[in-house]
């Protein structure tokens, strides 16, 4: 046994030496281990409420403590039952290093609760740092943390995120407070049915005091907005609506570029100059469609910018910047240029438009959609009038100064950390448990109840 200062040991086990009869340390093969006898103290009897100090019998405890960075550390309590001389009845003294039925300490516990709020952070890997099982750790947070339903907020993000799989399906629902970036809710499913199930259970008047709810084009959305929520209305995601223009842009780019591809059994040896001429200007554009697709998709000064420090380009055999490549691409394809220009037509209806002219403007990029010569952007603009009013709602600003429009730009970021989650830990096969491992990392004030009395009041809440 080594010496080691009594008060500094106490101080790591925050115990007052006044109720210490005796403690020690041994360090053995498998860790620290220190040895705690508690000093007697008068206790009043559970049952008949009579007070006494007799001591009935000692039983001993070992309790895993992660007080040791590095270093298994064990409590070896000796555990001392008091009996009544009334009632004789037999009862343990006040235990401070764990709660009941557990043998781990709570400093432990505590530590485990604290990293698992680190979204990196996986069960396996706090129990190794902490000397315990996954499965212990898995037990302490099912334990500890219960978050409930927050309440509805006047505007909402849903989103669906593919995180977990069950027999309702491969989606996980999420619904967000856009004011204060919350998570309210997490849910196992996207299906219409799940939904309105779900939603029905809050009460009609919490339901009613919704005004804005922001969504994606996944028609089952707009439906249960319509149902569920009487007073609201339904805003379409920007992002959504242009990622679906981006979508048919980009299948104009592949018809261009699969237009020039060049033969690739192409023998320059037994062609005209003016075949190989033309199989080299086909290698040159098929090159630029498909290197720098993602100049088309980008809004960037850079690209419209003529006076951009050019660069030599080797296949293009001459010097080019982000504009000239992008010209290049238009000459290739007339298509090109009409959508390119649509696109633009497109930004600039989000950039100029406010809640008093977005119907105006939304009427005419409309008409500009329907008298072009491209059959998927007139596609395009039957997705703009079906969902004309949930376009023109995307401008309601909705955060209390009244100067930021409503956006699930939010939501995405949380379905990110949410597919984090689920990817660190290779996945999940409890539900319970992994709601609530979301929302105790997304919501910043989630938190947990070291016993299980703080646990219940908190549920009730």
Not at 46 to 52: A, F, I, L, S, W
Not at 144 to 151: D, E, L, M, P, Q
Not at 392 to 401: A, D, G, R, Y
Not at 432 to 457: G, I, K, P, Q
Request: proline share 3%; charged share 30%; net charge positive.
């Amino acid at each position: 046994m080594e010496s080691i200062n009594n008060d500094y040991i106490l101080k790591l086990f925050n115990l007052d030496n006044r109720k210490i009869s005796s403690i020690e340390v041994h360090h053995q093969f498998d860790g620290v281990h220190v040895h705690v006898l508690l000093a007697v103290e008068p206790y009043r009897c559970p049952v008949c409420g009579t007070e006494t100090s007799k001591t009935h019998s000692y039983t001993h405890k070992k309790i895993t403590h992660s007080i040791l960075s590095g270093i298994p550390c064990f409590i070896n309590y000796k555990a001392r039952r008091y009996i009544c001389p009334e009632c004789s009845k037999t009862f343990y003294e006040h235990n401070p290093f764990t709660t009941e039925g557990m043998k781990i300490s709570l400093t432990t516990v505590y530590n485990v609760l604290n990293d698992l709020k680190k979204p990196n952070e996986t069960f396996t890997a706090v129990a190794h740092r902490y000397h315990i099982s996954p499965t212990a750790a898995a037990y302490i947070f099912d334990r500890h943390v219960n978050i409930s339903r927050r309440k509805l907020p006047e505007c909402i993000c849903i989103d669906e995120v593919y995180a977990f799989s069950s027999s309702k399906g491969d989606y996980v629902c999420v619904l967000l407070d856009f004011n204060s970036q919350n998570v309210i809710d997490l849910l196992p499913s996207r299906r219409k049915y799940d939904l309105m199930n779900y939603l029905s259970l809050i009460p009609r008047e919490e339901r009613l005091n919704v005004k804005v709810v922001s969504t994606d084009m996944w028609e089952t959305y707009r439906i249960v907005t319509k149902l569920m929520f009487p007073n609201a209305v339904n805003s379409l995601d920007k992002f959504h609506l242009v990622q679906e223009f981006n979508r048919r842009l980009e299948r104009i780019r592949i018809d261009a570029m699969n237009r020039v591809k060049p033969n690739p059994n192409f023998k320059e040896i037994n062609h005209s100059s003016c075949e190989v001429t033309k199989h080299r200007e086909m290698q040159k554009q098929y090159y630029v469609l498909k290197k720098f697709n993602w100049l088309l998709l980008k809004n960037d000064d850079k690209i419209s910018d003529p006076d951009m420090e050019k660069k030599y380009n080797r296949v293009l055999e001459g010097y080019y910047n982000y504009y000239d490549l992008v010209e290049y691409m238009i000459k290739t394809d007339s298509q090109l240029e009409e959508a390119l220009y649509l696109k633009d037509e497109l930004k600039r209806f989000f950039d100029k438009s406010d809640t008093d002219t977005a119907k105006d403007n939304l009427n005419e990029l409309i008409r500009e959609f329907k008298s072009s010569s491209i059959p998927i952007m007139n596609e395009f603009r039957n997705t703009m009038v079906r969902w004309k009013n949930e376009i023109i709602n995307s401008f309601i600003k909705v955060n209390p100064e009244k100067t930021k429009r409503v956006n699930n730009g939010i939501i995405e970021n949380r379905n990110k950390t949410i597919k984090n989650i689920k990817h660190n830990s290779n996945g999940y096969r409890n539900w319970e448990r992994f709601r609530n491992r979301v929302m105790y990392v997304l919501n910043d004030d989630a938190t947990y109840y070291m016993r299980s009395e703080e646990r219940r009041v908190g549920k009730e809440c």
